[in-house]
């Protein structure tokens, strides 16, 4: 008989489904066997692990055992757990009480994990109770883990150490719960305190550290500590590279990018064969400023899913490769995988990045229609974002007071930014007052506003916003840039900061460079300076910029022609920006630099974001028998045909001299002119044309990613 249970539990072990497992049932039946408790707590184990709804048929095998031993009964306890809600198992358990029938500690360890998903500490704190009242329990191992994990979710840490220091036996298990629980609440000294007394360190253990440093922002803890988990021999799983993949990517040096990638192949995960961790090694090199190498891993992928083509899509978005973007979102829709929501978020970043706004427009009035995906507030907040940076601000307002749901910090963070962008008090107040509600300790919204009234000279009102500031105790985060030296080593430099050991020969090599610069035409933008004070105070403060000293130290530091990349915590202030182009330009250097926005390229005089800024700041105005405004990018040759009776050129040219009618002639035609091309020599990003006249227009490329726009337009 004996034999006859072992092979019927081999059965149910190896069923697939609810038809195999009836089959089974049928032999126990037929065999006498139905009474078993043993047997039937198998069945119901399987049926559990299967999805199976305890009602009815679980619940009947159950209800036909006379005399249900505590396993049987732990069964269809667990089984009811998994089900929610938990009024039925501890039902079942306080009958099991009632008919005399004692727990287990599998009984316990069922029910406290049932409380630590649906995160029912008070139910939990009674079984707790029960542990102890019934005698024995408390002191069992396994149910004393169950209890500190279920402490830790519910997030009663306090209770969780309670537990543990009163365990009598304790495994890393005990001792891990705590630390993730801890990482999670963002106590790393806490955390790394119980790590170092853990007697004996696993693959776990190293683990919940590793992604304890990067789930906080601190990458640079959770490299070292890999690399000492190397150090120690330990084993390397797909969950601890996915942790120091992150902290890789939020670093974003090439050098540590690298050695994750070899160490991750080494071990038997490499991106080729692994679809988790190519996915991640495609969002570490984008967010490392190498879309390229992101790029290569993603096409010798051999498994790709949506979470792969959506780290792509949002790798060609944030380094404003748009068209790019859009094409793989066209492949990936020919492959019959269907996008999420990151997908979206990544076209309508890529967009946003380069001012497609009509392109946006279609996106997000047809992911719903067309893929099935509801647009969430993080969806709205980039249609915010793309019609705030076009220029379209009372539109994105009113998009935003016409959400569906609540707009969230994003949302409103979105508009203020595009306020700052076109310089538009009015509305920056309306976004500025729902952000100080929902977000009240957010310093950057205020610092922001700060800069849009300074921007409008608004004295008293940058006043009045940095007195709140004071009032509610808000320090300003300061900037802070870090670059790769020239062994891939990580140099930090804060704003003002004259501690690096090299800080003379940086100040130097930056005066050299500012000095060739304002040879080629550069004067620095005070605009940038938020402060009422001197043009002479405020050049040295822009001289002090930690992006400036940045790069000056990598131009010092590494071989000529090699890239620098640079990341900043905050995003980079046009005059800094100006700067980054004309370096890249002057010293035949490629510069990337990531802020809290997006990726910067700069190459040649020109930044990969150029195009967007000349289409929003590059207004070609044409005046005739219809009024028409056509915005067109700045690097695009503008062919206009028709006969133009007044033309001028106003503001700054490229070459830094000031415009003169002569200027406006050798730019452009007679009025008599058919054809009128503008080339690169044309107008600078702060030049306006105006002609009058009849005209057309037409851009000539096919490459650009924004179309020229011709629209009717009254009042001119």
């Known amino acids: 008989m004996q034999l006859l249970e072992s092979q019927l539990i081999s059965l149910l072990h190896h069923c697939t489904n609810l038809n195999h497992i009836k089959r089974v049932h049928a032999q126990i039946i037929r065999h006498g066997l139905h009474q078993s408790s043993f047997l039937l707590a198998k069945l119901i184990r399987t049926l559990t692990k299967l999805n199976a709804p305890m009602d009815p048929y679980p619940r009947l095998a159950f209800q036909q055992v006379k005399q249900p031993n505590p396993f049987l009964w732990t069964s269809l306890i667990r089984g009811y757990s998994f089900q929610r809600p938990l009024n039925e198992s501890i039902l079942l358990y306080n009958s099991m009480r009632r008919v005399g029938t004692g727990p287990v500690s599998f009984t316990f360890t069922a029910l406290l994990k049932a409380c630590a998903a649906t995160l029912d500490a008070d139910l939990g704190r009674q079984i707790h109770g029960q542990t102890i009242t019934i005698g024995g329990f408390a002191s069992d191992l396994y149910v004393g883990n169950t209890m500190i994990d279920m402490y830790v979710k519910c997030g009663f840490l306090d209770c969780g150490r309670k537990v543990f220091d009163e365990m009598p ?75 120091v993949i992150s902290a890789c990517a939020q670093l974003g040096a090439t050098k540590y990018a690298n050695w994750v990638r070899h160490v991750a192949e080494k071990s038997g995960y490499g991106p080729t064969n692994n679809v988790v961790i190519g996915s991640a090694l495609v969002d570490m090199y984008s967010k490392c400023g190498s879309v390229d190498e992101a790029f290569k891993v993603f096409d010798n992928m051999r498994e790709r899913n949506v979470f792969s083509y959506s780290s792509m899509i949002v790798g060609f978005a944030m380094h404003g490769r748009a068209n790019a973007a859009v094409q793989l979102f ?59 940076r076009g220029g379209c601000l009372e539109e994105a307002l009113e998009l935003v007071r016409t959400m569906p749901m609540d707009p969230h910090g994003g949302v409103w963070g979105a508009l203020l930014g595009a306020c700052r962008i076109h310089a538009n008090p009015d509305v920056a107040e309306i976004a500025a007052v729902h952000l100080f509600e929902l977000e009240p300790n957010g310093i950057g919204n205020y610092i922001l506003l700060s800069n849009i009234y300074a921007s409008a000279r608004r004295w008293d009102d940058v006043a009045r916003v940095r007195k709140l500031m004071r009032e509610k105790g808000l320090k300003k985060n300061p900037g802070s840039s870090w670059v790769e030296g020239k062994k891939g080593e990580i140099h930090e430099f804060f704003a003002g900061d004259v501690t690096h050991v090299k800080s003379r020969e940086i100040r130097q090599a930056l005066e050299d460079l500012v000095n060739k610069l304002q040879l080629h035409g550069y004067k620095p933008n005070l605009s940038c300076v938020p402060y009422d004070v001197s043009d002479e105070d405020k050049k040295r403060i822009l001289m002090t910029h930690s992006e400036k000293l940045a790069l000056a130290f990598g131009l010092l530091s590494t071989s000529a022609g090699c890239t620098i990349r640079i990341v900043k915590n905050l995003r980079i202030c046009e005059d800094c920006h100006s700067v980054m182009c004309g370096a890249s330009q002057i010293a035949g250097r490629e510069i990337v630099i990531r802020d809290n926005m997006r990726f910067h390229h700069f190459s040649d005089g020109k930044c990969s974001c150029a195009v967007y800024n000349s289409w929003c700041k590059f207004l070609l105005r044409i005046y005739g028998m219809t009024n028409h405004i056509a915005i067109l990018p700045l690097r695009e ?41 503008l080339a690169r020599k044309g107008p600078s990003l702060d030049d306006l044309v105006t002609l009058s006249g009849e005209a057309k227009v037409q851009c000539p490329s096919q490459e650009s990613p924004i179309p020229s726009i011709l629209l009717q337009f009254s009042g001119l």
């Open 330 to 388: 066209h492949e990936m829709v020919k492959t019959d995988i269907r996008p999420n929501g990151v997908t979206f978020i990544g076209v309508l970043t890529a967009c946003s990045h380069v001012g497609m706004v009509e392109h946006g427009r279609h996106w997000f009035a047809t992911m719903e229609k067309s893929y099935g995906v509801t647009p969430t507030a993080d969806h709205y907040a980039c249609m915010v974002d793309l019609l705030g």
């Open 169 to 243: 036996d304790r495994d890393v298990i005990s001792w891990t719960s705590l630390i993730v629980g801890y990482a999670r609440r963002g106590d790393m000294d806490l955390a790394g305190g119980l790590f170092d007394e853990l007697p004996l360190k696993d693959m776990v253990a190293w683990t919940a550290m590793v992604t304890g440093f990067a789930q906080n922002a601190r990458p640079r803890e959770a490299l070292c500590f890999f690399d000492r988990m190397q150090d120690a021999g330990i084993e390397t799983d797909e969950v601890t590279l996915i942790g």
């Open 637 to 677: 040759s503008v062919l206009l045909s028709g006969k133009f009776e007044r033309y001028e050129v106003r503001g700054g040219r490229k070459d830094g001299r000031t415009s003169q009618e002569s200027d406006a002639l050798l730019n452009l035609p007679p009025p008599s002119a058919n054809v009128l091309s």
